[in-house]
């Protein structure tokens, strides 16, 4: 996978931590909300084609990064643009920027994670630009966090580059991988939304993982099962919630995986079949492909936690649309095939939209 944005590198799993909202959850969760869209699940349901669609045009969006731009990247076709999500037992309403700029006017939202935390926090900074394109907007750095502030709102997106959510500490053996500390946490404090991801990176091997060693209690290991050394992270993290996070102050959502698609066989397609060169989303509403193991790890993680917070749960939506991504026209070119990240326009808006229609119901 290619690199982007301050060379953030890619992984997928995004929570966004949100008190009293109504809605979706899991586990234990799921009955700590009222569930206005009475009988609605947002998140099954399947995509069809909407001519109004995108809810913006790239080009006049100064926020899009290479890797992300598509379009810009020379990507022919546009028809995968042109498709918005259908819930099948309610309508998801259209984003609407003023709305969302007037419901969040003086709050700050921060994303934590990797490049998919950054694909979801530059489709949103466009959504709202493309709202009130002629609207004050600034857009600094400071200390690995990257802000956009819509000034006459005094609302500020931020984006924080965090792949584990754990802690990566230099010690004279190496780098080491804390699985059970999270003391990075302190920088997430004060914020009105917090929005985390945290997966993909699990995943690296030896070739590219920022680590040389794995610690928990107090043990070192060279390594361990990957999917076990995700659950033990995600559980430090939610400990890191229940104690740290005032749900009457700050907002909570958890965001599900996203997924990849580099194995045709999972849309019943070729074997060798890849995103490359796919233009249209699988039909209908179930994705042939089995789900992700980190699902189940998440929604047993999220389970346990004693703080409310809402899943958006994207994975199925976002499996269904394996002609999403940048494939040959992300940062790249030619010379790669990005299955992973998505293109903007494109599913991360959709994200918004589940996200904008929980916030206003």
């Known amino acids: 996978m290619g690199c982007g944005f301050h060379s953030f590198c890619f992984a997928a799993l995004s929570f966004v931590l949100i008190s009293s909202i109504p809605q979706i959850s899991c586990g234990k969760m799921h009955k700590r909300s009222k569930v206005k869209l009475e009988g609605c699940n947002l998140f099954q349901g399947s995509w069809v084609f909407d001519e109004t669609y995108p809810l913006y045009d790239t080009s006049s ?22 498709y918005k999500w259908k819930p099948a037992t309610c ?58 502030i819509m000034m006459d709102y005094g609302l500020s997106l931020s984006f924080s580059h965090n792949v584990y959510l754990v802690d990566i500490v230099k010690e004279q053996i190496g780098w080491v991988l804390k699985l059970d500390s999270i003391e990075n946490g302190n920088s997430w404090k004060g914020y009105d939304v917090l929005i985390f991801n945290t997966w993909h990176w699990w995943l690296h091997n030896d070739t590219n993982k920022p680590w040389d060693y794995m610690e928990i209690g107090g043990k070192l290991v060279k390594d361990m099962d990957r999917l076990a050394a995700f659950k033990e992270g995600l559980t430090t993290w939610s400990k890191w919630v229940d104690s740290s996070v005032d749900p009457t102050i700050t907002q909570v959502f958890f965001q599900g995986i996203s997924p990849t698609h580099y194995r045709g066989q999972e849309w019943n397609g070729p074997a060798t079949a890849t995103c490359k060169g796919e233009t249209t989303p699988v039909k209908g509403s179930i994705y042939p492909g089995s789900t992700p193991p980190a699902v189940d790890v998440v929604k047993e993680v999220l389970s346990k936690m004693s703080k409310p917070g809402t899943l958006l749960d994207i994975t199925t939506l976002s499996q269904l649309r394996k002609d999403g991504h940048p494939s040959i026209y992300g940062i790249d070119g030619q010379n790669g095939n990005d299955c992973s990240h998505w293109c903007l326009a494109g599913v991360p808006d959709t994200w918004n939209e589940l996200l904008f229609a929980i916030l206003t119901n």
């Open 91 to 148: 309508t998801l309403p259209r984003f609407n920027g003023e709305s969302f700029l007037t419901r969040m006017k003086g709050k700050k939202i921060l994303f934590v994670g990797d490049s998919l935390s950054q694909n979801h926090w530059e489709s949103l900074t466009c959504m709202l630009h493309a709202a009130l394109p002629q609207s004050n907007y600034t857009v600094g750095q400071k200390g690995g966090v990257t802000t956009f």
């Open 61 to 82: 969006c100064p926020f899009v990064e290479k890797e992300f731009n598509c379009q810009g990247n020379g990507r022919p076709d546009n028809q995968y643009l042109k």
